[in-house]
């Protein structure tokens, strides 16, 4: 049995946009903040993205999430944000429940093998969670199982398995 994999802490980053990560080493840009395309789209205003910042600090759950249930944003603007960015957001997924519903669009095994949580569905974007969103044609396998386009999120190793242990 090889022995577990050993990574630091996971602390949330400091930066405006928590949600912000890189792809890949070669990406060294980061994608423009799911708020900024917001306000850009004239979907919700500054102020808006701040309020919903500040709530975000405190919970860690995805500024998307937390957009729709305290502002009212549609999940159709919110899938069309999220495909405008191009790296893979950060999300922390023991800090918000994650239906059994969605989490099983997959199945438990190809997860435990792919380490990979399905955790939300937004119409035809589903988004998943994976220690490592780099795997281009593990999003198109994925996208072909489920009939769904795949928005990817970077998410702690000790999540995805502690996520998947629940099964």
């Known amino acids: 049995m090889p022995a ?3 990574i630091p802490p996971v602390r949330p980053s400091s930066s405006a946009q928590p949600d912000a990560a890189h792809t ?14 917001l306000v850009r789209a004239n979907a919700l205003t500054r102020e808006q993205i701040d309020a919903a910042l500040l709530l975000q600090r405190k919970s860690f759950k995805p ?4 957009l729709r249930e305290e502002f009212g944003l549609s999940s159709d603007v919110l899938a069309a944000a999220l495909r ?11 800090f918000f429940p994650v239906s059994n519903e969605i989490q099983h669009l997959l199945d438990l095994e190809f997860c435990r093998q792919h380490e990979a949580v399905a955790f939300e569905k937004l119409g035809k974007l589903l988004c998943v969670a994976f220690s490592n969103p780099n795997t281009k044609n593990l999003l198109r396998h994925i996208e ?7 928005k990817a999120y970077s ?3 000790e999540d995805i398995q502690k996520r998947l242990a629940m099964g």
Do not use: F, M
């Open 63 to 66: 500024l998307g999430r937390i």
């Open 155 to 157: 998410a702690p190793w």
């Open 4 to 6: 577990p994999r050993r």
């Open 84 to 94: 405008q960015q191009e790296t893979a957001p950060r999300v922390y997924l023991r």
């Open 144 to 150: 072909s199982l489920t009939a769904s386009e795949v």
């Open 24 to 37: 890949s080493p070669e990406s060294k840009r980061e994608s423009e903040p799911l708020g900024k395309i």
